[in-house]
Structures are given as C-alpha cells and as structure tokens.
C-alpha cells in the first residue's frame, strides 16, 4: 500500500525566507502526487499537483514542487514566506495509480516569524 | 462558483447516538469522498461516491456509511456513536476521479460525549 511521510512535524522560518517542505511516498509507479495546506478550523486547500510531465510543478500563492523520482520525494518551496502561509501543509498520495482515496502525510505546521 | 458546503458545521451527540452529516458537492462535480481527520490518527479515507455508488472504501468498521443522490449531494451517517468518533469530518468533491485535485468543504466538527 502506498504511504507517505512528512519528517518534519513543525517548521518555523522568518518572513522573507525561503521554505522547503519534504515529502517522501513509497509506491511503485509514477504516483498522483498533492500538496495541501489547512488553516486553522479550516478544510484543505489545493496548492499543486504532480502527475506526469515536467517534474517541476507550479501551484497557487507562489509555490512550487518538485518530483523526484530516485529519492521518492515530491518537496514543496516557496523562495519567500509571507506571514499569511503559517498553516498546516499536507502532501497526499493517490490510490494505486490514481487520484482518488487519498494517503495523507500528517501534515507539517509551519510558524512564520516577522 | 460556489464551494463544497457541509452542515451542521459544529455537532455535539451523546454516546450511543448516531448522527448524518451532509456534503453538497461544487455544480457539475459527480465525486464526493468524505475523510476523519483527527489529532491522534490525521486524516484518514472513509469512503468515495460516484454517480450514487460507493467507488472507493476505507478501512472504517461497518458504523460509518455513506450514500449519494441524484443531485449528486452526499450523506454519511455514524450509528452508534464512540468517543473516538470525535473528529473532523471532510467532504471533498471532484469533477470525476480526481485529476484536476479535490475541492474540500470546511468540514463538520464532530464531538461525542
């Protein structure tokens, strides 16, 4: 079964920094691959998406990711943290090759400091 | 267009009880999924529906259901309610099987006591 790990429980950066969220999954094929962030008492916002193609992808609110195919990562940067992007971030994986029945990490609180 | 809306928003239910929570999905969008989200166990698949058919299932005891209508809103029921069936509960909906990533609702916050 596919899972995915998020190492890093809690980030904490300064405003105007750069950020890099790491996400590893373990599945065998190329994977649908997603990046959420949750505010507080908030659902999930999609940030981006990985499918095929170019393994650098764009999402919303200037972030980034970037698949990684040998090191089974799929981390998440953003070159400038604005103190709005404090939230939880989740990277999910789809089900055996598709996009559904989602694997959650469990998620990445980042603090952002000014 | 308008977003994915659950109700209630907040619930508070009694042990034993059981409880429906609703999912009105984006217009247009035929899948709905409905995940727990809790402290202890993060967020977990519950189940997806498809054109009123259960397409995907989690690993959930046989208390937690779900059906969707024709309209393609979704339902998810919980009988017998636990204390552990404390939890967040999303609903996300997507146009068909998810490609262009699901659209999550704010959830419904459930607590049993």
């Known amino acids: 079964a596919q899972s995915v790990t998020q190492p890093d429980i809690h980030i904490t950066v300064s405003e105007g920094a750069s950020l890099e969220l790491r996400c590893n999954y373990s599945?065998?094929?190329?994977?649908?691959l997603f990046w959420y962030v949750q505010s507080p008492g908030q659902g999930l916002q999609l940030l981006l998406k990985y499918f095929s193609g170019d393994t650098l992808v764009q999402g919303i609110k200037g972030f980034e990711a970037e698949f990684k195919r040998s090191q089974s990562s799929f981390n998440l940067r953003k070159p400038s943290v604005h103190w709005s992007d404090a939230a939880e971030y989740f990277c999910?994986?789809?089900?055996?090759?598709?996009?559904?029945?989602?694997?959650f990490g469990t998620g990445t609180r980042l603090q952002v400091t000014l | 267009k308008a977003g994915v809306t659950q109700t209630p928003r907040y619930l508070i239910k009694t042990r034993g009880q059981q409880v429906t929570l609703s999912c009105s999905p984006i217009s247009g969008h035929r899948s709905v999924s409905w995940y727990q989200q809790t402290p202890g166990q993060g967020l977990q698949f519950l189940f997806e529906y498809f054109s009123e058919t259960q397409r995907n299932k989690g690993n959930f005891p046989g208390r937690f259901s779900g059906r969707q209508f024709s309209n393609s809103r979704s339902e998810m029921n919980v009988s017998t309610l636990e204390l552990g069936d404390s939890a967040l509960y999303l609903c996300?909906?997507?146009?068909?099987?998810?490609?262009?990533?699901?659209?999550f609702g704010s959830g419904t916050r459930l607590t049993v006591v």
């Open positions: 996300a909906s997507s146009l068909y099987r998810g490609d262009e990533g699901y659209t």
């Open positions: 599945y065998g094929a190329t994977p649908y």
């Open positions: 999910a994986v789809g089900h055996t090759g598709t996009a559904s029945k989602l694997t």
